[in-house]
RNA sequence: GGAGGCAUAGCUCAGCUGGGAGAGCGCUUGCCUUACAAGCAAGAUGUCAUAGGUUCAAGUCCUAUUGUCUCCACCA
């Protein structure tokens, strides 16, 4: 046995993680003699560093993966990195300034270079620490969603659906966010609630007849006005609608049309319709053909269409255009006002509605089956509510926008032909024009939307399009777990996906987690600062302690919060495990042990195995829920509670006892359950247990075991009843002595009464150990006991314990109306219970004769309580 | 505007399909008892947000209210 006084496990767990991934522990076989069972992993972006968002989402799975592989699945966890089409080409981008470079001039070939070239040096960094962890990830599947696999799965997507007329290109309003300069999708942008103004605006009709007044949050925009419009059930404009109006600071002329959009009530029921910078104006211009003018770039600055304002940032455009129109006098009023702006989720800029020509995914034919799936549970969400925010979602989904104008990606698979115009989208790269013949053909600048290749992950990882082995055997997966903030970047579109490019469901379950956030409960966030960085963690209390701690009190998809007092507790638990484990282990030393089961049981022997066998088998029902709060907290107070207070002290006598026989029975029972311990506890805490594991003398891997089940030997119910008076009866002595203040190292002498002599009897080695107790007699009544005494009441006895001048009368005599008091209630709630008629007709018949037999055991407590307190008077 | 979560001990939270209120931390008292002071033992602390309802029985199910957090939509 080496192993030191404390856990120390940063002396223990990376070699360990190393030896596990040499020896290709992580690797499953293609074996259709074995089960499979699936995870991919949410593939973290290559900027990132390790969170403790992936902590928990990692450790989840790990525990799962670990479980399931020790019930003797092919268990395949198969690891990858997003490339992170946005974020990523970002830091380039910032990289390069800080050269006073822009990527025009190096261009996409050397950008891209560049791109690799940071991938290579720091895209792993996630990757080292999710091992650091103890992912048992298999990292010789390892993935990259720009890796050729993964590439060529994206190309035949892409390829297929457009064949299908499921992509189109073409004009929308589409999110721009013109610090990234590029197109987001509706998800990409968030909202964020701003003080601005509303200002009112007047629109002189051009006849000269005054003007109009119309209300706008972005003034702006005026220059790209083509209408203004009522709604057409509004008297007060009824006789306006056709009439022109003059654009202010323009020499444009705009009609004033009629549209149900307008609602009659709000602003002065006059809305500006500006077709190229809103959605909404969008869909009026295109029912009332207004023209669509565009009068900002890719970066914000007014344009040629801009009159006085070309060339000035939207900020400026946007001062300089109210002043303006306060000096001619066209301002009506400007209102305080507060409303949400959409902002890019990368950069957080304003993010600008524009008219553009992108790439778009038909949503409608995809969505549908997608939401019938799901319906009718052929995959479902745990927990099951936020199944409602996918179908909220879902249902009302808009075409997803798959264009970016970015580079690190994967570009668009279309050309265009410089002769003809013909648009080709090709699995390979075509040469030449199939209409014209021409090989003037030029390729689409820009890349895909990274969820778009995200979405094909779990089964582009597995081969896809080829029809591999492993797709073969590992396709469908049978689990996707993450957090609730990308259902909709990415759960919605793998099920999609999984659906249309395989004809099958990706994963039929999806189990939801929450978000870590910080002790008051706030997000994590870099600019916060409040975020804490896990590897610390890790480096400071161990890689198990974090996972303990991570699944200590969770419930799926609720949040946690998170701070880093939360790790001593499980330091501490983990530090009680490795003790207990010396225990066994130092004793153990050199001693040749029997055969676990090849003798009789002691009562305390069946006591902890019947109890270990419960536990194992309600860990295994909540591994099984993905309970894993529960899980947790079970093994937690089996060891700490269960094991080490009693079973440990319990096997002292033996083990410092004389018998060379009974010790060995001892240790064989210590020892076995010390291992079902491990093995149970090993899915959450790897390391530890690996190690401890070393130490008992088996070869191989712990994590290779077979995991503890559930065994009908171990039923022992009498004598684990009977047990749990003994231990009862251990913790009524210490209480007295507590109470009466009696020195823990003085012995005390005890007399027993009535018929719990049976079970004292047999067990009376374990109350002179852990109650301090020298002798033991039995009697047939009170008066057989002299001196002064104090005692205490059980159903089925009494114990005198004389003790002399330590014995206060008045004490003694409180502590025993105490006493009665609540055997009193409980006999007034056990009577109240029997006496209803509906409870002894309805109730369970168990549960109705368990409170007969207790309200019996209480009366009988009862009696003896008032008789001890009768003769203290 | 729509949808959902949460409200339990001083703090952070468990409590699964209804059947005598739990843990960790903190607090009080006593102990370095040969695995562990990162520990042991004995304690104290709760109108389970409020009001109704269903039921023999409600922290648990239903309705409403209050407080709080989140998501979706985005009316200029």
Known sequence: MNMEKNFEPQSFETSIYAEWEKNGYFTPEVDYSKPPFSIVIPPPN??????????????????????????????????????????????????????????????????????????????????????????????????????????????????????????????????????????????????????????????????????????????????????????????????????MLKLPLTDREIPVIADDYVELDFGTGCVKITPAHDPNDFEVGLRHNLPVIRIMDDSGVINENGYAYKGLDRDEARKRIVSDLGEQGLMEKIEPYEHNVGVCYRCHSTVEPIVSKQWFVRMEPLAKPAIKVVRNKKISFIPERFEKIYFNWMENIRDWCVSRQLWWGHQIPAWYCEECGEVIVEKHDPEKCPKCGSVRLKRDEDVLDTWFSSALWPFSTLGYPDETEDLKYFYPTNLLVTAYDIIFFWVARMIFSGLEHMGEIPFPEVLIHGIVRDAEGRKMSKSLGNGIDPIMLIDKYGADALRFSLTTGVAPGSDIRFSEDKMEPSRNFLNKLWNASRYVLMNADGINLPEFGSFNYSSADKWILYKLNRTVKEVNAYLKKYELGMANAKLYDFIWSDFCDWYIELTKPALYGESVNEKARTLSVLMYVLKQILKLIHPFTPFITERIWKECGDVGAIMLETYPSYSKKFLFTAEFRRFEKVKDVIRSLR????????????????????????????????????????????????????????????????????????????????????????????????????????????APEALVEQERRKLEENKLKREKLVKRIEDLK
Not at 74 to 94: C, F, M, Q, Y
Request: proline letters at 3%; aromatic letters at 8%.
């Open 46 to 243: 290559i900027t990132g560093q390790l969170h403790m968002g992936h902590a928990l989402n990692n450790t989840i799975q790990d525990i799962i993966v670990r479980h399931k592989r020790m019930q003797g699945y092919s268990t395949l966890w198969l690891p990858g990195t997003d490339h992170a089409s946005i974020a990523t080409e970002v830091k380039i981008v910032d990289k390069l300034r800080e050269e006073g470079l822009e990527k025009e001039d190096i261009g996409r070939e050397e950008f891209l270079k560049r791109a690799y070239e940071w991938k290579a040096a720091y895209g792993g960094r996630i990757v080292q620490q999710l091992r650091r962890l103890g992912c048992s990830l298999d990292w010789s599947r390892e993935a990259f969603t720009m890796d050729e696999r993964c590439s060529k799965a994206v190309r035949e997507v892409f390829v297929n659906l457009y064949r299908k007329g499921l992509i189109y290109r073409g004009s929308r309003i589409i999110n721009w966010c013109p610090h990234c300069r590029t197109a987001l999708s509706d998800a990409e942008v968030e909202y964020e609630p701003q003080k601005s103004n509303l200002w009112h605006i007047r629109y002189p009709y051009a006849d000269g007849s005054g003007y109009m007044v119309i209300a706008t949050t972005r003034p702006e925009t005026l220059l790209g006005d083509t209408a203004v419009a009522v709604n057409p059930k509004d008297s007060r404009y009824a006789d306006k609608i056709g009439k």
């Open 735 to 842: 209480n007295v002595r507590a109470e009466m203040g009696v020195q823990p190292s003085k012995k005390i002498g005890v007399s027993v009464c009535g018929e719990a002599e049976s079970y004292i009897r047999r067990n009376e080695v374990y109350l002179k150990k852990l109650a301090g107790v020298e002798t033991i007699s039995y009697v047939k009544s009170k008066a057989d006991v002299s001196g002064k005494i104090v005692s205490i009441a059980m159903a089925d006895g009494e114990i005198f314990i004389p003790l002399g001048d330590l014995v206060d009368f008045k004490k003694e005599s409180e502590r025993l109306e105490k006493e009665l008091r609540s055997v009193e209630n409980e006999i007034r709630r056990g009577e109240g219970m029997l006496s209803n008629a509906g409870f002894v007709a309805k």
